[in-house]
């Protein structure tokens, strides 16, 4: 097996066990009227940024996030987003280089 072959093992593998039970409903930016379903790992991502030289203030931030396979759908920012009932809207995607992406999502 290659490496490649192995990160997608390893995708297949995080998508099934955490994904949610119910498939994410994609409405891609450049075609709203076209949406896709996908699976994909909601959560809620914490963030500590630390100001300062010195590092003295912190400033700590939590929202959702949508963790998909690029295989499964090529996240952009300003896709929207159906999770549990509410609808997000993506307002940054983080590629991890290795097949897959996190979607930074604020609600609509």
Same mark, same amino acid.
């Given at each position: 097996m290659g490496w490649q072959s192995e990160m997608e093992a390893v995708q297949e593998?995080?998508? =099934?066990?955490?994904a949610d039970d119910e498939l994410i409903v994609v409405f891609p930016v450049d075609d709203r009227w076209t949406p896709v379903e996908v699976p994909g790992?909601? &959560?809620?991502? =914490?963030?500590?940024?630390l100001i300062? &030289?010195?590092g003295d203030v912190t400033y700590s931030s939590q929202g959702p996030v949508l963790g998909l396979r690029d295989s499964d759908h090529q996240a952009?920012?300003?896709d929207e987003v159906e999770v549990r009932g509410r609808r997000y809207r993506a307002v940054d995607v983080r590629p991890d280089g290795q097949?897959?992406?996190v979607m930074v999502?604020?609600?609509v």
């Open positions: 593998a995080v998508v =099934s066990e955490f790992v909601f &959560d809620a991502e =914490s963030t500590l940024t300062g &030289d010195a952009k920012r300003g097949g897959m992406s999502l604020e609600a």
